[in-house]
């Protein structure tokens, strides 16, 4: 077996393991509480009183506006220094939602307001309340627009939680990284890195295409060819 | 009963309707004619509350509600008349997430609550009423104009409302698919359905329509029986508006070739 081949599969079940404790956590958890910051904010941006509006506008603005690996250092690095001091994956997993939420609030913004208004008349007109129309009609024919977008952020997050490296995380970069302090082997062990998350993306995306031919059984707005 | 009472909408600075007053009888169809921009589509908004009057007083059956500039209408007196009343729309609306039947089970499912097999009975029953209980299973996307249309009217008639309120309902279908809609909606006036429509559409209005409104630039120009205000109108504008649309109506025909 060739020197390259066996090292791979020595770290694999070291980077799988990092994976499955660290990498998958953190992305799940991180896109799940991200997606609900991402719907309040764009709740709050669309329908929100003034003053609170401003507030998520300013949000929106910091957390996009600046890199996530400075996000990450502002929180675990920075944040001791006015006495909040916060464990590597609390703070790794505080730094993607607030990022996710951002980025998805902008997504899910433009998606409600693509739903025709003629679906809000449809549902006051049989008696519907403003959630019951947002919950039965508005969100389900926007989620089906939005799963393309937030599929690239999600797939995006898989990608960056490597970042968590740098605040020491040990997800699967991490490991990767360690082995390489014994082995020198660089270019084995990060090629290894690549393909896995390369794998882990793959997945998404063949779950991303599903998901798409499951919601459009229906076909799209109604409008063009009213 | 459904009266209006010196109903005013003011969009902005523009006062779309002038203090309108009419009153309709349980069991009747009434046609709202008149030029675009000249208020009927605000009228009927207006009679469910998609568009809160600006002044004025409503009453559908039971429910009165009366309305001040400035003032804001409780939601749930909102809900209390949107709920005696049902809407069909010019481009259908039906929900394109949900079967045709899944549309007609919406507000009894989700608004008055009640339990899916007793919804689906009475969908199914309102499907067959407006032909379309084959298509029962259909996504909206599959269905001709005329067929959305159908199912709309289904949906709307759903939680037994006093009224059923109808914005253009043929005017986006071609002559042929309008012709079922006009069907059933014939079928539903003679059974004695209440209803009030904004129509362009001479042959739905004289078909089925005992009383003609005819509104222009937000004011009741002339109301009577159809056969006076189409045949024989007493304004020179409700002539002139009349006259415009049948020479429109045939020269749609001599276009198409029918």
Request: aromatic share 8%; net charge neutral; hydrophobic share 50%.
């Amino acid at each position: 077996m060739p020197h390259w081949l066996q090292l791979m599969l020595e770290s694999l079940p070291t980077l799988l393991w990092a994976a499955l404790i660290f990498t998958v956590p953190l992305t799940l958890l991180s896109f799940a509480l991200g997606l609900i910051a991402g719907l309040v904010t764009a709740l709050i941006r669309l329908f929100g009183p003034k003053p609170l509006v401003a507030l998520v506008r300013f949000y929106v603005w910091i957390f996009r506006g600046t890199p996530l690996l400075v996000q990450l250092f502002l929180i675990f690095y920075g944040l001791p220094s006015v006495g909040i001091l916060l464990d590597a994956f609390p703070a790794a997993l505080i730094g993607f939602t607030l990022n996710i939420g951002a980025y998805t609030s902008e997504i899910i913004r433009a998606v409600i307001g693509s739903v025709p208004k003629g679906q809000w008349e449809a549902s006051y007109s049989i008696g519907m309340t403003w959630s019951q129309a947002m919950r039965r009609t508005i969100l389900p024919q926007a989620g089906r627009v939005a799963v393309p977008p937030l599929s690239n952020t999600f797939i995006s997050l898989v990608k960056d939680t490597s970042l968590a490296a740098a605040i020491t995380v040990p997800e699967m970069f991490q490991a990767a990284q360690r082995i390489v302090a014994t082995t020198y082997e660089p270019l084995i062990l990060y090629v290894e890195a690549a393909a896995l998350y390369l794998a882990l993306s793959s997945v998404l995306s063949a779950l991303q295409a599903r998901l798409e031919v499951r919601l459009n059984r229906y076909g799209g707005f109604l409008e063009a060819n009213a | 009963m459904i009266g209006l009472s010196n109903i005013e909408k003011r969009f902005g600075d523009n006062l779309v309707l002038k203090g309108v007053t009419v009153t309709l009888d349980e069991g009747s169809v009434t046609a709202l004619v008149g030029p675009s921009g000249g208020g009927k589509s605000t009228l009927l908004r207006c009679i469910n509350l998609l568009e809160i009057p600006t002044s004025g007083s409503l009453r559908i059956g039971d429910e009165t509600l009366a309305f001040h500039p400035g003032g804001k209408v409780p939601a749930k007196d909102i809900q209390r008349i949107r709920l005696q009343t049902g809407m069909v729309f010019q481009n259908f609306q039906l929900f394109p997430h949900r079967t045709a039947i899944e549309n007609v089970m919406e507000g009894l499912v989700t608004v008055l609550k009640w339990p899916e097999p007793r919804a689906r009975e009475r969908a199914m029953a309102l499907l067959e009423k407006v032909g379309m209980a084959e298509k029962a299973d259909a996504w909206p996307a599959t269905l001709s104009g005329g067929q959305q249309q159908r199912v709309a009217i289904a949906r709307a008639l759903a939680p037994s409302p006093r009224v059923l309120l109808c914005d253009e309902p043929t005017s986006a279908l071609d002559p042929e698919l309008a012709q079922e809609v006009v069907d059933v909606l014939g079928q539903l006036a003679r059974e004695g359905t209440t209803m009030v429509m904004a129509t362009h559409d001479l042959r739905l209005a004289s078909k089925i329509a005992q009383e003609v409104v005819f509104l222009d630039a937000g004011v009741i120009v002339e109301k009577g029986p159809a056969s006076v205000v189409f045949d024989n109108p007493e304004r020179a504008r409700t002539k002139r508006f009349i006259a415009s649309l049948r020479q429109e109506e045939a020269q749609k025909e001599a276009g198409s070739g029918v």
